[in-house]
């Protein structure tokens, strides 16, 4: 809801509260073809590579220039394509900068029409940084900002959806060209749901003997998978059984 009205939205929290999933699950959803609010496009940038190449260069347009051409480039749609190296497209762009090509490569976005989504996934460095390297991150983070929001000024059909384990101290943040910057804690899922989370992700059935050793054994005659909740007024469904198990307090929630 919040990307159909705004045009920048940060998802942040703690390490594996889930981040990335929700992420790439709003992808799935809203980038699927039907007509759908992100149907044109949805592009994923892992924030290790940029933040690997601005290390090595120095410059976080070329990280930008660089990781957006590489996914651009296996853009399926027909409307769209982003000319291969020493094509005549890529010989026009060739002489500018990299903060020019950026900007072309983000006005190429809207030539296909339709909203488009540009992903993030993990915007920042460790969150908690050692001392004197507070403020050349905020740096790093200010430049980031600057490069993202000229991307926004360039294409007007582009949105971004940002991943981080907080919200950027840089000021830059508050605000990309001109569309605040929405911010959504995700909190640690409660007991229960995380419990019916971890029985998806297992994807196979669970049963007595998984709790209790001494219980029979799966294959054996009588003995079948514990129901995902059990009937009105009875107690210790999967999910209950789930919800104390050691397992999950061990993982705090976060399976």
């Not at 809203?30 to 190449?53: I, T, V």
């Not at 983000?106 to 940084?129: K, N, T, Y």
């Not at 403020?135 to 490069?147: N, T």
Request: glycine share 10%.
């Amino acid at each position: 809801a919040c990307l159909r009205q705004r045009r920048v939205l940060l998802l942040w929290g703690g390490p594996g509260i889930g981040k990335t999933a929700l992420a790439k699950e709003l992808c799935r959803h809203y980038a699927a073809p039907g007509g759908r609010l992100f149907s044109a496009g949805a592009l994923w940038l892992d924030r290790k590579d940029l933040a690997s190449a601005t290390v090595d260069s120095g410059d976080a347009w070329e990280a930008l220039e660089r990781s957006l051409s590489e996914v651009l480039r296996s853009e399926p749609s027909p409307h769209f394509v982003v000319a291969p190296r020493g094509s005549s497209e890529s010989d026009r762009l060739a002489p500018h900068s990299h903060a020019q090509r950026v900007r072309s490569l983000a006005e190429m976005l809207d030539r296909g029409g339709g909203r488009r989504l540009l992903v993030i996934d993990g915007l920042q460095l460790p969150s908690l940084p050692s001392e004197g390297e507070g403020e050349g991150e905020e740096q790093e983070e200010g430049a980031l900002a600057a490069a993202l929001e000229e991307i926004l000024t360039a294409s007007a059909c582009l949105c971004l959806l940002l991943t981080a384990r907080r919200v950027p101290r840089n000021r830059r943040w508050h605000s990309l060209a001109g569309a605040k910057v929405n911010t959504l804690e995700l909190s640690p899922l409660r007991p229960r749901s995380a419990a019916e989370l971890f029985v998806r992700r297992v994807r196979r059935p669970l049963y007595a003997h998984d709790f209790d050793l001494s219980a029979p054994e799966p294959g054996r005659a009588g003995v079948v998978p514990l129901p995902m909740a059990s009937r009105a007024g009875e107690a210790g469904d999967l999910l209950d059984r789930l919800a104390a198990a050691p397992l999950l307090h061990w993982l705090g929630n976060l399976p």
